[in-house]
């Protein structure tokens, strides 16, 4: 395989997945990691943006901590395409030559990196749920989920340029906002034509699903097999409402047919980091908590004392959620009162 020069590459680049004009939230996430790992580094943390008409988002990524914005900005880059986003993406990355490429692992993310990774010969780690730099040799280390969570991998990318990971969203720590920063935005020369782009978006249609924000939420009540019935979750979205969150659930409540694969938080489902999270009728099974264990305060109903949802609770509660959880409503009620 062809050697790279790897001194030639520097900085950290941040995808910044944009959807109908819309800065991913993801990116925000990747900004506030990225600074990090490039303070330690002492490089430059910078964005490359793809799009039509979206160059006011520049100056969004730079107060979020990116200090160049590359821009490409184009009327075949309006929609997602693979081909056309890994051609112009691949191209800057061959000329600007950055040391590190972070990706939200978003259906976008997972499929546009592997696509660069491969024309560009180098290695990519997918769904990352932390990043290092070596304090030795300043190679990032990415650790993800293995063997269905039961392994953290670690992995380095010794070679080869740019070293690249995709990021699960809802892991890193957002950027702070600060909108007195300033930065530059630099225009790529775009080399894409039509016909270098197989794919034909014909319409977009957002999902009739209701909408669940499971990341941004500050509160989630969850609840899993231990509902019974696919009724109990009235009663969670009843605690829910009243606390002012969202509701979750465990994949053997989605695998039952109980509740949308949206709401599932677990290592196949979202990853939160809630204030308070709730779980209700859940085991805590390690795919399960893989997804919720980082949360600020954790709370578990469970009639089973010896169900491991209590070894990471912060609170515990040993009893019938369907005694509980009316007795928490009431008690809400009255302090309310
Ligand atoms: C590759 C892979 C990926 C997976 N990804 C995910 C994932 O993303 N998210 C996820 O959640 N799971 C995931 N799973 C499944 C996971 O292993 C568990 O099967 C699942 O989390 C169990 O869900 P549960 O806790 O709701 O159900 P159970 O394990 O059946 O637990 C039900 C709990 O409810 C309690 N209970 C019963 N009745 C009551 C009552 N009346 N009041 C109070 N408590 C009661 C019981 O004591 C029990 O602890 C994955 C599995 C694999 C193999």
Redesign the pocket.
Same mark, same amino acid.
């Given at each position: 395989m062809e050697r790279v020069d790897i001194t030639q590459y520097k900085d950290i680049w941040v995808f910044a997945e944009q959807r109908q004009g819309k800065i991913t939230p993801v990116v925000i996430e990747l900004l506030g990691e990225g600074r990090k790992l490039a303070d330690v580094k002492g490089i430059k943390l910078n964005a490359i943006l793809l799009g039509k008409d979206v160059e006011n988002l520049a100056q969004e990524l730079i107060s979020y901590g990116a200090e160049k914005v590359y821009l490409a900005d184009d009327e075949l880059l309006e929609n997602y395409t693979t081909d056309g986003y890994s051609k112009v993406i691949v191209d800057a990355i061959g000329q600007i030559k950055p040391e590190i490429v972070l990706v939200g692992a978003t259906n976008i993310g997972r499929d546009l990196a592997p696509r660069i990774a491969s024309r560009l010969n180098t290695g990519l780690t997918a769904d990352c749920t932390k990043l290092e730099i070596d304090e030795e040799d300043g190679k990032i280390k990415q650790t993800r989920p293995a063997f269905?969570?039961n392994i953290m991998a670690t992995i380095i990318c010794p070679d080869n340029r740019p070293q690249m990971s995709t990021v699960r969203p809802g892991v890193m720590d957002k950027a702070l906002k600060d909108e007195t920063r300033t930065g530059e935005v630099v225009k790529l020369n775009i080399d894409l034509k039509e016909s270098d782009i197989r794919t034909k978006v014909l319409e977009i249609v957002k999902s009739a699903h209701e909408k669940v924000s499971l990341t941004d939420a500050n509160i989630i009540v969850s609840a =899993? @097999? *231990?509902? =019974?019935t696919p009724d109990g979750f009235e009663l969670i979205k009843q605690l829910a409402d009243k606390l002012g969150g969202v509701v979750g $659930? $465990?994949? !053997?409540?989605v695998d039952a047919g109980w509740i949308d694969r949206s709401h &599932?938080?677990? &290592?196949? *489902?979202v990853t939160v980091k809630p204030n308070v999270y709730i779980a209700? =009728?859940? $085991?805590?099974?390690? &795919?399960?908590l893989?997804?919720m264990k980082d949360s600020d305060i954790i709370v578990a109903?469970? @009639? /089973?004392a010896d !169900?491991p949802?209590f070894n990471v609770a912060d609170y515990g509660i040993v =009893? /019938?959620?369907?005694k509980v959880i009316p007795e928490i409503i009431e008690a809400i009620d009255s302090v309310a009162k």
């Amino acid at each position: 395989m062809e050697r790279v020069d790897i001194t030639q590459y520097k900085d950290i680049w941040v995808f910044a997945e944009q959807r109908q004009g819309k800065i991913t939230p993801v990116v925000i996430e990747l900004l506030g990691e990225g600074r990090k790992l490039a303070d330690v580094k002492g490089i430059k943390l910078n964005a490359i943006l793809l799009g039509k008409d979206v160059e006011n988002l520049a100056q969004e990524l730079i107060s979020y901590g990116a200090e160049k914005v590359y821009l490409a900005d184009d009327e075949l880059l309006e929609n997602y395409t693979t081909d056309g986003y890994s051609k112009v993406i691949v191209d800057a990355i061959g000329q600007i030559k950055p040391e590190i490429v972070l990706v939200g692992a978003t259906n976008i993310g997972r499929d546009l990196a592997p696509r660069i990774a491969s024309r560009l010969n180098t290695g990519l780690t997918a769904d990352c749920t932390k990043l290092e730099i070596d304090e030795e040799d300043g190679k990032i280390k990415q650790t993800r989920p293995a063997f269905g969570g039961n392994i953290m991998a670690t992995i380095i990318c010794p070679d080869n340029r740019p070293q690249m990971s995709t990021v699960r969203p809802g892991v890193m720590d957002k950027a702070l906002k600060d909108e007195t920063r300033t930065g530059e935005v630099v225009k790529l020369n775009i080399d894409l034509k039509e016909s270098d782009i197989r794919t034909k978006v014909l319409e977009i249609v957002k999902s009739a699903h209701e909408k669940v924000s499971l990341t941004d939420a500050n509160i989630i009540v969850s609840a =899993g @097999k *231990g509902l =019974g019935t696919p009724d109990g979750f009235e009663l969670i979205k009843q605690l829910a409402d009243k606390l002012g969150g969202v509701v979750g $659930s $465990s994949r !053997a409540a989605v695998d039952a047919g109980w509740i949308d694969r949206s709401h &599932q938080v677990g &290592q196949t *489902g979202v990853t939160v980091k809630p204030n308070v999270y709730i779980a209700c =009728g859940i $085991s805590g099974a390690i &795919q399960h908590l893989a997804g919720m264990k980082d949360s600020d305060i954790i709370v578990a109903i469970n @009639k /089973d004392a010896d !169900a491991p949802i209590f070894n990471v609770a912060d609170y515990g509660i040993v =009893g /019938d959620l369907y005694k509980v959880i009316p007795e928490i409503i009431e008690a809400i009620d009255s302090v309310a009162k």
